[in-house]
Structure formats: structure tokens, C-alpha cells
């Protein structure tokens, strides 16, 4: 083997290239922190592997390095036996004086890495693929650009010059050389440059793929093709039929739908969003934290259709998740957005970013439902990933809103007409720490009119706009669509049809399985951050207030359990003190902090109160399971563990349908012990498996973990109450007296959380009944069944709670 060297020809280029380089570019890293997101081992050697010959995207590279600590890309590898570089290009760059033969130059340094390998057992070098990208922007159909392809690298220089800060570079999982091998049977090592030269081709051709994302159609005539369709046309000749009016005023009436609806995507709408958001992100928040994008990001690679699902707590949600996306190396995806949001100048602005506008309601509009429904499908069979909020709207409570099935049945009729191209539907959980919106929402739960969205508004909100703290977009365990139906419908594929309109049967209870499923994955990406942490706390104490020694304690007591029985692995917790969270949340001016001799008292006004709510049900669901456990030992101060788990099997029913929990029963059990072993860590309990008894020096501690289940417990107590005075009650009569009873214990018993008597959340505790056999069909009760819940609920509710209970009914 030959030693490698840097020639000074090479040296000197790298200097003069490497000027404006420095000046013009500011590459942004895909992930933002590559080390601890790819987990790359500094310690073992790296082999730089890069799509093309470029200096150019070398030295970013390089830069990059620096910043990251990683190796330098210009020094070379020792591997015992010689120096090889660091560094390989996969195929020549464009243009007509670009080598033909650095295909066989990369080839070649590979083969001298596997001999290497081969004759070092100690040796394991980690092949880093990396792409540098100047411009994401898509190409246009039918528009055929000027090319400075053959100029090769002067192309490459005026796109340095020119996108010099429109620059990301993009970092891949590494590859471990020694690994391969040890794999690799000894008669294809022969073959292995070769095959891992191609395989690094085919990553970084998908890669830009996903990056760039297809070709953008010309708007008019895409409209045009889709007016044409078979289907449409169909439904435009039984609509002019049925109505007795001319086709050529129905297919008018189809093309306003669809001049309604298309969005109308450019790149340099997004690229200017971008400059902006930017700005605007960081005099708006602290940081953005993004956690679990890696996944997403493959399967883009690998030809998927993305479908994002994310809930909606803010009209931010729009903004943020594309900007998000974007700036993790994907295509912002075509959203659909209510078709209030279509106001001058809004509408324009969002149509231009992929927003597509769809009405509140298709009931009884046959014509609309079908443009609608081959728009859709349209976007998918070009290839466009598509964001909807599953939940219809925002919520107001900050709980997860009971989803709406509309467009999801609509992706699964897309997948039924026979789309090669899998679908994936991605869960995302978006978190803030201050909501622009929250006080509207309290205006609106008690009763105010929700205002129509116009310039007016947005200019006033926008004024309004101060530091929002940290924002959070976790990203959930995606749900591949066909394995999805072949699990739960292994039939499905006999439903496949062209036009996309058939209803099999099973269509809609798995579409209605798949948006509880979607849900429960939204919930286990939940981030907890300062302040719905403070929140949770100082709602659960009397009298909303805590002196900051004990809040610190409460906030340790919960961080403990959170961080050693996470929910799930993908919720985020931070791993700042009690100490930084509550300087951090104090910061926000939440907070009412008085000083005595002792220390300082923290609490929340009674208006504050309300607000504050909206943060806390954001991970009231993480919560809930051991506040029911702390609940249950307080009452009975001495029971087994098999007790207290068939007390909790009985509830969870109810919880899993209230706070859209994923855990089976299996998984459940196991979460419960470790509950109780950590309660036990922290001294609260004394357990057994025999007995679990409670420590009354810590029984502070105990009482407000189980405050966080009272709001939740209560509204159980009101309706299997009002179901044992009147087994004969309806279904909607229940519903409305459980929230009349709700209106009235809250103003009686200083309950301050709006949702407490908000009408979908005793919707969805009505349903729930019915589904676990407390009401039948006919809203005829089940007395024993309900006789017997009665008889572990009630020993749970305060004495005075249920009393008024009793009077009111």
C-alpha cells in the first residue's frame, strides 16, 4: 500500500477555495447536533463519504467538523500499515473536464480499507455518508432551465455565491467497515467495494429525493387534468342528471371547488417564509426542540408517502411544523387548513407555502366531496407528503380532542386504488410553554363566541408577541399504512379499485382503530417542560399556592418518577434541576411571587388558574395512572398489590378512552409495579408483596400526586351516580345533566380547570360507558356493573363532593 499525502497543488487549492467558502457559506447541520442524534463514536476513526467530487462541499464539510469536534477530513487515517484519506468521493461531479475516473478512485480506497481491515482485527473505521446541498429547490414541469451543468465547477461556485446561506449539509447513521466484513462471506469480499460503492449512490440519489421532494406541477393544468378525470367526470354528468342542470355549469362549479382548494407551492415562498420564521423564532422562543426526526427521515428515503398527524394547540402548529420539517432535511408538506384561514392576506401567503383549503363540513355535497377526494389523491400520486390535524380543530383544553375520521378514511381510499407507493402516517405531539391563543380558549369554554379570523386579529396577536419560552415538536412511532390493514384486515387488497370511492365494510371501524391508534402515539411523544410541570403541581395543592422549598420538592418527586417510569421511550424530559425549571417558568410571569421572612410563596390568581389548566392537560396524561394509584392507597392506607391492580384494571377502561393511553394490559401491569417500586424508592411507601402501607412523614407528597386525579374522578362520580338513580336515563339526557352537575360543583367547590364540565369530554366518557358495557344499545344500564364500580369510586371522592352530587340530583 502507498501512503497518502496531501500534494501541495491539492494543499493550495484547498486554501484558495477554502476564502470564499468562509465568506459566503453558512451550512446547517441535518441533524442539528449529529454526535449525540446519529450516536457517532469520535474515538474510532471516520471515513467521509460524499456523493461527487466537489472541494467545495469538502471544505463545508470541513467546517462543519470543526464545529462539531469531529476529525478533520483533510488529515489522513493511520491504519498501522499506511495513511489513506479520510475522505472519498462516490462519482465524478458535473461537468465536461470532471473524471471518469473517480468512480474507480473510490472503489479503490474502499478495497484499501477492507485489506486493511482484514490485516488489523484492532482497526474499525466508521464510514460517515455526507451530502452538502445548496438550494433544495424542486424543479418545475414542462419548464426547462438554463444549465450550467457542463461548467461543472463554476456552476457549483455561482451556486456558492448565490445560496452560500440556502446551504445544508447533511449527515447519515455511520457504517461500521469492521462490521460489514465480519458479515460479509469470505467468497464476496471480492465484490464488496463494489457493492458499497453502489449502495452509497443509491442512499444519496434517495436522499436528495427526499430533500428536494418531486417536481412542481403548473397549477392551471394540474386543475385541468383533475376536472378530466374519469371520476369526476362521471360525478359532473350524475350531478348534472340529478340536478336537471347543463354539464357545462356543474364542471364550472367543480373548478371553483378546485380553484377553492389547490394550493399553489413555490419554493421561493418558502425560502423567504424560512429567512423570516428564523428571525422571528428567535426573538419568539427560547429554542425549538425536535426529538425522534431520524425515523421520519428514512422513511422519506425509501419512497414512502408521509401523512403528518399532528395535534393542534395553536395556529403556530402550521408554521412551526413546516418550518421543522424543512430545516431537518424533508419537504414541507401540503396542509390542510380550514377554510377560515383563506382571509387576504393569510390565504395567498399559505396557499404559496402548501396549504390546501377545506370546508368544515362535506355532509350532502356529493360534487365537493368527490374534487376534494381526487385532489387528495392527486397529491399522494405525485409523491407530496400532506399534514391534517386529525382532531379537526384546536383544542381549547389542551387534552388530545376526539379525532376526526374524514380525511384519514379518505388516505386509506387513496391507498385502495392501488398506489404502489406505501403511506406512513406520523403521529407528532407539538408543545409549547406559552400559547397565544389560551386566553380565547378560557373566553370560549365559558361560553363566548369564537371570532372569525381575519388581518385584524393577526396584527394584534402579532403585536402582542413577547418571549414564548421553549416550543417542542416530538415526532411519534409512525404507522406504515399497509402493514397496518394487513394486520387488522389481512383482506384488504380485494377492495382495491381505481377510483378510490369504494367503502368496504371494514372501512370504517378500522379507520376509526387507526385514529385511536394515531392518538395514542400523539400522547406517548409527549414533552414535559417547565412549565406544564409547574403547572401540574401548583394546580394539584390547595389553594393554588406553594412555598418555592416545597414546590422545588414536588417538582424533584415527579421528575424522579417521570424519568424512572417514563410513559413511554419517546416522551422528552428535561434534565435540568428543579432549580433551573422553576427559574425558567418564573421567567414566563406566570407566576404571583411573594416575599416573606421565611422565603418566597409561589401561587397562581384565580383568572391565572384557569389559564394555566390548558399547560397541565398537556401531560395530565403521563400523570394520571399514578395519581389514581396515589389516590387509591390514601384511601384505604393498607392494601395488597393485587387489590390495588384490580381497583386499577377496572378504571383504566375509562382512562384509556379519556386520555387516549396505549398500554395494554399487559404493559400496564408492568407499569403499575414499577410505579409502586419507585414510590417505594422515594420512601412514600412501605411495600411488600403482601402489603403496601403509606409513610405518614411523606404523606404530603402522596396527597398531591393524587390531587391530579380528582378532577378526573369526579366527573366518573357524576355519571355512574346519575346512572344508579336512573338506570333508564338516554344517552343524551345523561350527558347533559352530568355537565350541569359538573357547572355547579365546580362554582361550589372552587374547581378551576374549564374542561372539568366541557361537553366533548363527557361525550367521550359517555361513549366509553357504552363501549365497556355500562350502557347498552338501547341506553338501558347494567345496575351490577355499574353497582360495582360505584362501590371503588365513591370511597375516592371528597364526602362534601359527593353530597352536592346527591342534592343536586
Known amino acids: 500500500m502507498s501512503k497518502w499525502t496531501t500534494s501541495w497543488w491539492a494543499t493550495t487549492c484547498f486554501s484558495v477555495i477554502n476564502i470564499p467558502v468562509r465568506l459566503f457559506v453558512k451550512s446547517k447541520s441535518i441533524p442539528t447536533d449529529p454526535i449525540s442524534e446519529l450516536n457517532i463514536d469520535k474515538s474510532r476513526p471516520i471515513l467521509y463519504v460524499l456523493p461527487y467530487n466537489s472541494k467545495i462541499d469538502l471544505l463545508v464539510l470541513r467546517s462543519l467538523c470543526k464545529q462539531h469536534q469531529l476529525p478533520d477530513p483533510l488529515k489522513g487515517i493511520n491504519t498501522n500499515h499506511t495513511v489513506l484519506p479520510a475522505y472519498l468521493y462516490i462519482d465524478k461531479g458535473p461537468g465536461i473536464f470532471a473524471s471518469n475516473q473517480q468512480k474507480n478512485r473510490s472503489i479503490n480506497i474502499i478495497k484499501q480499507y477492507i485489506d ?20 433544495r429547490a424542486p424543479n418545475k414541469e414542462g419548464k426547462k432551465k438554463l444549465s450550467l451543468q457542463v461548467l461543472g465547477g463554476i456552476r457549483k461556485f455561482i451556486k456558492m455565491l448565490f445560496s452560500g446561506r440556502d446551504c445544508y449539509t447533511r449527515f447519515s447513521n455511520t457504517v461500521s467497515f469492521k462490521n460489514i466484513i465480519l458479515s460479509t462471506p469470505t467468497k464476496d469480499i471480492d465484490k464488496l467495494s463494489l457493492k458499497l460503492s453502489r449502495v452509497a449512490r443509491i442512499h444519496f440519489a434517495k436522499q436528495r429525493t427526499a430533500s428536494v421532494g418531486p417536481m412542481l406541477p403548473v397549477r392551471q393544468q394540474m386543475l385541468n387534468k383533475l376536472l378530466n378525470s374519469p371520476v369526476l367526470t362521471g360525478i359532473i354528468q350524475d350531478e348534472a342528471k340529478n340536478k336537471n342542470i347543463s354539464e357545462e355549469k356543474i364542471r364550472k362549479d367543480a ?70 420539517l424543512y430545516r431537518q432535511g424533508l419537504v414541507p408538506p401540503h396542509i390542510a387548513a380550514g377554510i377560515n384561514l383563506n382571509f387576504w392576506p393569510a390565504g395567498p401567503i399559505f396557499r404559496r407555502l402548501g396549504a390546501f383549503f377545506i370546508r368544515r363540513s362535506f355532509k350532502g355535497n356529493k360534487l365537493y366531496t368527490a374534487v376534494f377526494r381526487e385532489y387528495l389523491a392527486e397529491l399522494f400520486i405525485r409523491g407530496y407528503s400532506v399534514e391534517y390535524f386529525i382532531e379537526g380543530g384546536r383544542s381549547r383544553t389542551g387534552r388530545l380532542l376526539d379525532p376526526k375520521t374524514g380525511m384519514l378514511m379518505m388516505t386509506i381510499q387513496t391507498l385502495l386504488r392501488g398506489d404502489p407507493r406505501p403511506i406512513s ?85 378500522t379507520t376509526n382503530l387507526l385514529a385511536k391508534n394515531i392518538m395514542e402515539n400523539i400522547n406517548a411523544s409527549a414533552a414535559v417542560n417547565a412549565m406544564n410541570l409547574c403547572c401540574s403541581i401548583l394546580l394539584a395543592s390547595q389553594q393554588r399556592a406553594l412555598t418555592k422549598k416545597r414546590l422545588l420538592e414536588y417538582m424533584d418527586s415527579t421528575l424522579f418518577l417521570l424519568r424512572n417510569v417514563p410513559y413511554s421511550d419517546l416522551i422528552t424530559v428535561p434534565h435540568k434541576s428543579s432549580e433551573e425549571l422553576f427559574e425558567h417558568a418564573k421567567a414566563m410571569g406566570k407566576f404571583v411571587i411573594t416575599e416573606d421572612e421565611v422565603g418566597e410563596i409561589v401561587s397562581l390568581s384565580q383568572e391565572q388558574a384557569v389559564l394555566m389548566t390548558f399547560y397541565r392537560n398537556n401531560i395530565q396524561h403521563l400523570i394520571i395512572i399514578p395519581a389514581l394509584i396515589a389516590k387509591i392507597l390514601l384511601k384505604h392506607n393498607r392494601i395488597s398489590q393485587q387489590e390495588l391492580v384490580e381497583q386499577i384494571l377496572r378504571f383504566y377502561p375509562l382512562l384509556k378512552s379519556d386520555f387516549f393511553l396505549y398500554f395494554d394490559e399487559e404493559q400496564l401491569l408492568n407499569y403499575v409495579h414499577k410505579i409502586i417500586v419507585n414510590l417505594a424508592e422515594m420512601n412514600l411507601i412501605n411495600y411488600t408483596q403482601e402489603r403496601i402501607t403509606l409513610n405518614y412523614l411523606k404523606i404530603a407528597s402522596l396527597q398531591l400526586l393524587a390531587s391530579n386525579a380528582n378532577d378526573t374522578l369526579q366527573r366518573y362520580s357524576i355519571a355512574f351516580s346519575l346512572l344508579q338513580k336512573d338506570p333508564t336515563i338516554s344517552r343524551m339526557t345523561l350527558e347533559k345533566e352530568s355537565r350541569l352537575i359538573a357547572e355547579r360543583l365546580s362554582v361550589l367547590h372552587g374547581i378551576n380547570a374549564p374542561e372539568f364540565c366541557d361537553k366533548g369530554v363527557f361525550s367521550t366518557l359517555i361513549t366509553a360507558l357504552r363501549e365497556q358495557g355500562y350502557l347498552d344499545d338501547k341506553n338501558e344500564a347494567n345496575l351490577d356493573k355499574i353497582s360495582s364500580m360505584n362501590q371503588i369510586l365513591q370511597p375516592l371522592i371528597a364526602n362534601q363532593v359527593l353530597q352536592t352530587i346527591e342534592e343536586i340530583y
Open 116 to 135: 486493511a481491515h482484514q490485516q488489523n482485527e484492532q482497526l474499525d473505521v466508521q464510514m460517515l455518508p455526507v451530502s452538502v446541498m445548496f438550494s
Open 255 to 324: 373548478f371553483g371547488m378546485l380553484n377553492e382548494i389547490a394550493a399553489n407551492f413555490t419554493y421561493r415562498a418558502l425560502k423567504l417564509t424560512d429567512y423570516v420564521l428564523t428571525w422571528a423564532w428567535s426573538r419568539l422562543y427560547q429554542g425549538l426542540k425536535v426529538t425522534n426526526a431520524d425515523p421520519v427521515r428514512e422513511l422519506a428515503q425509501n419512497g414512502h408517502e408521509i401523512v403528518y398527524t399532528p395535534c393542534h394547540r395553536s395556529h403556530m402548529d402550521y408554521l412551526l411544523l413546516s418550518y421543522v
Open 425 to 509: 402516517i406520523v403521529p407528532v405531539y407539538i408543545g409549547y410553554e406559552h400559547v397565544l391563543e389560551v386566553a380565547t380558549y378560557a373566553n370560549e369554554l365559558r361560553g363566548a363566541t369564537k371570532k372569525k379570523e381575519s388581518l385584524w386579529q393577526m396584527l394584534k396577536a402579532f403585536l402582542k408577541l413577547k418571549k414564548l419560552g421553549l416550543g417542542y415538536v416530538n415526532f411519534g412511532q409512525p404507522i406504515p399504512l399497509n402493514q397496518f390493514l394487513n394486520q387488522n384486515i389481512p383482506e384488504w387488497r380485494e377492495a382495491i379499485e381505481p377510483t378510490g370511492t369504494a367503502r368496504p365494510n371494514w372501512l370504517t371501524p
